[in-house]
């Protein structure tokens, strides 16, 4: 069992690496804050501040799941945020109008910007993404007149803040959140059980079955846990809810449909890709496209979290997202990269910064940390990359 779980664990390090570095980096902080890191209060805190973070990393894998790289997303998801919030707080237009506007917009953006750059012109899209940086934090700050721009609408502010009501009159327990958290788990397992299916059926390696089992048992535990410690406190927030849909949909189309297998076909060697008959420019426009939205998504999550729009929101949040998408598992080198794994890569750079803060490391300190981690990350990419090409 043991020399199984071992072979497992060797022969999938790439998958589990990032689930591995999670679950160190949560004992390291519970041990070192004498347990204040894994309390539901801080657990609810740090999903809400990966959400705005954690929708740009779903985006940015795609990106560079076909070899690019999305610079801009940090200042367009800043400058569409300013844009909802004056749409709430000036315009008057409602949350249900304001989600679909901003979100058309920023695939408008991506679209009709980066893609016509990128698959059309065929300028590197580090440049161009480059000069829309800079061109979005110019308008950010003329939308916002270099002053905040706050919001007093309830469900605007609920977006980043609230919580999802609860249909029982408990006060310690959240039930809504513990009846979905099991929904989550059965769906989970559910959807393993038909992949490993389908895998018999082709005749490929599965791992053994007692393996299955354990795994299944152990991430399910390690899932209601935090959903325990969720519902304990005010249960889920309307932003992890946000992103957990955002994860099923994007999760879907990339593993089940026919252009989630052209975006890694392209990714993994376009010339081929395009001889087959898929179109790399459209792809290209669409994961552009893509990327614009979730920027617009982003904007509003945080602006919503920060009830305001600042002149200088979006800073730097193209470089969590580029890091999210590398810890989860995105390669270097295009072509592979999981949504589910960027995520996870969200949580691991959040959990460093929270667990740092509450132990008052200095800031300075903090982003030497997180280069580290980052520039471990890409070794570790290009190690296992290494050691799958000796094997083949």
């Known amino acids: 069992m043991f020399k199984d779980l071992t072979s497992a664990i060797k022969d999938n390090i790439r998958d589990y690496g990032m689930y591995i570095a999670l679950a160190i980096i949560i004992l390291i902080f519970t041990t070192l804050t004498n347990g204040l890191f894994i309390t539901p209060r801080v657990i609810s805190d740090l999903i809400d501040m990966t959400g705005y973070i954690a929708v740009l990393s779903v985006g940015m894998t795609l990106v560079i799941v076909i070899q690019h790289i999305d610079l801009s997303v940090g200042y367009i998801a800043g400058f569409l945020g300013a844009v909802a919030a004056i749409l709430s707080s000036k315009v008057g237009m409602p949350l249900y109008l304001i989600f679909p506007v901003v979100l058309i917009l920023g695939a408008l953006i991506g679209v009709v910007w980066t893609g016509t750059l990128v698959a059309k012109i065929k300028i590197p899209a580090f440049v161009a993404t480059l000069a829309a940086m800079t061109i979005f934090r110019g308008l950010l700050i003329r939308t916002t007149n270099s002053a905040t721009i706050f919001t007093d609408s309830d469900a605007f502010n609920a977006v980043g803040n609230g919580y999802i009501p609860d ?13 979905i958290g099991v929904a989550v788990v059965l769906l989970y397992v559910i959807m393993e059980i038909r992949n490993r299916h389908k895998q018999v059926a082709y005749r490929l390696r599965v791992s053994t079955l007692p393996i299955f089992i354990a795994k299944l048992v152990f991430v399910s535990a390690i899932v209601m846990y935090f959903i325990w410690k969720l519902a304990s406190f005010k249960g889920f927030s309307w932003t992890a809810v946000i992103v957990a849909i955002v994860v099923v949909i994007y999760n879907f189309v990339t593993k089940n449909t026919t252009l989630g297998r052209h975006i890694y076909a392209v990714g993994g060697n376009p010339e081929a890709a395009e001889l087959s008959g898929i179109s790399v420019k459209f792809i290209t426009f669409v994961v552009f496209g893509s990327m614009g939205m979730l920027s617009g998504l982003s904007g509003l999550l945080f602006t919503a979290r920060l009830q305001s729009a600042t002149p200088t929101a979006g800073m730097g949040f193209e470089l969590d997202a580029i890091a999210g998408a590398f810890v989860g598992g995105s390669s270097a080198s295009g072509g592979v990269g999981k949504v589910t794994g960027s995520i996870i890569g969200a949580l691991v750079m959040a959990s460093l910064s929270k667990g740092m803060d509450l132990m008052n490391v200095g800031v300075s300190y903090q982003y030497i940390i997180r280069g580290l981690v980052l520039v471990a990350a890409v070794v570790f990419d290009v190690k296992t990359r290494n050691m799958r090409s000796k094997k083949a």
């Open 167 to 179: 249909l029982f009159n408990n006060d310690h327990l959240h039930v809504l959140t513990i009846i």
